[in-house]
Structure formats: C-alpha cells, structure tokens
C-alpha cells in the first residue's frame, strides 16, 4: 500500500496545502466582513472551512491538474508545481461600518492568513527538523505550506483586479477616485489574463520576485 501511494505523495501533500491554504484564505476574507457587520458570506455559506464551498471549477480543479499532470509523467523529473485559486468570498462593503477601513480590513485578511501560515509552517519546520526522521512527509508538507503561502500572499497583493491588491489600493484612495476604479475594474480580467499569460508563457517576471522575496524571508526565518 505504501508503495502504491509513494510516488503520489509529492502530488498528495501539494493538492492538500493548496485546499488548505486557498481555504483559510477566502474563509479570512468572510470572517474579517463578518466581525464588522457584514454576513453575506455566512448566509451564502461560505463562511466555513469546509474547503468544498469554495472550489472553482477551473482555479481550483482544472487549472492544478495541468499543473500536476507533467509531474505524473514516470520520468519527466518535473516537480509537483500548483498554481490555481478558489471561489471570491463575496461582500456587501454598504454593510460595513467603517466604510473604506472596512473594505481595506477585508482585503487584507486573505493575505495576512496566508502570512500567518507561512511563519506558522516555517516555525513548525524547524521544530520539526529536531524531532522527525529527514525523509518524513511532514517535513515535505511544511515546506510546501510555506513557499504555497508565500506565493499566495504576494501574488495577492498585486493591485489588479480582482486580486486582493486592488481592493486594499483603492480603498486607500480619496473617494474622488472612484471612477477610476470602476475603469480598472472593468478591464482588471483581461490585464490579469495578459500578466499571467507573459509569466507562464514567456518569461517568469512574477515567479522570478515572489522567490527572490521567498528566500531573503526564509533566510531571515531560519537564521537565528
């Protein structure tokens, strides 16, 4: 039995820590709107971290499976790589009470769950390290949780609709502002299609900082 499922464990222990980790991302999002007054997310029951509620078809299922496929390859030697995203958490921002503070706080919340996951592993792994063998999968797992989160969190932040980053930025902005926001967020899809398509199909711009950011955080992490 345990030989049947070693080969499979890189691509087990990735799909958990991304269902894992996109999960306490969006249920961050409802809570964060919740705690000020908002309970869209809970009557839609999203409110949850029950992952099933927040699968998207294609983020969460067929865009990971083309990602993972190549690394099932016998001899491909290609790494078991996720990218992929779940279902918005949706919010009603005239329910909160803070207005645009409001707004900013929700727009944070995912990214700063992935922060507190990243150090968490990251903390746990070099717990670890003392008190499990080297080729044990929890390691693997830890690992995995923090370069996934650190991915996440920074990815996030990039202020193009709808990534979490243009709601944190334009909720920083004068109300002046507004229609500018309502123009970025008309074409914030087709630029964010544009971003992914030269980094996946071009050169790696995103993947290039998010690691070099990656590892200066590990570093420091792990250095004392």
């Known amino acids: ?9 890189p691509v087990i222990i990735t799909v958990a820590a991304l269902l894992i980790s996109l999960t306490v991302h969006e249920f961050s999002h409802g ?7 908002d309970e869209t997310a809970k009557r839609m029951g999203r409110l949850t971290l029950n992952p099933i509620p927040h699968i998207d078809p294609i983020g969460t299922l067929l865009v990971p499976a083309l990602f993972i496929l190549p690394s099932l390859i016998p001899g491909s030697g290609a790494p078991a790589m996720l ?20 707004i900013f706080r929700v727009g ?13 592993s990251g903390f746990a792994l070099k717990y670890a390290f003392h008190i499990v063998q080297p080729d044990n999968f929890l390691l693997e797992f830890l690992r995995v949780m923090m370069g996934l989160n650190f991915a996440l969190m920074v990815f ?8 979490d980053g243009s709601q944190i930025f334009f909720s920083l902005l004068s109300s ?35 690691g070099f950011l990656y590892s200066l955080a590990v570093y420091a992490l792990f250095s004392y």
């Open 176 to 210: 002046r502002y507004s229609h500018l926001q309502q123009k970025v967020e008309m074409f914030g899809s087709q630029a964010l299609m544009i971003l992914l398509f030269i980094e996946f199909a071009v050169y790696p711009i995103i993947g290039t900082f998010i």
């Open 108 to 120: 944070i919340a995912g990214p700063l769950a992935n922060a507190i996951l990243f150090l968490a």
């Open 1 to 9: 039995m345990e030989q049947a499922i070693g080969p499979f464990l």
């Open 156 to 163: 996030n932040l990039i202020p193009v609709p709808p990534l």
């Open 83 to 102: 990218f992929g995203w779940a279902k918005p958490v949706p919010f009603n921002p005239y329910n909160l009470r803070d207005g645009k503070r409001g």
């Open 31 to 37: 809570f964060a709107a919740y705690l000020q007054g």
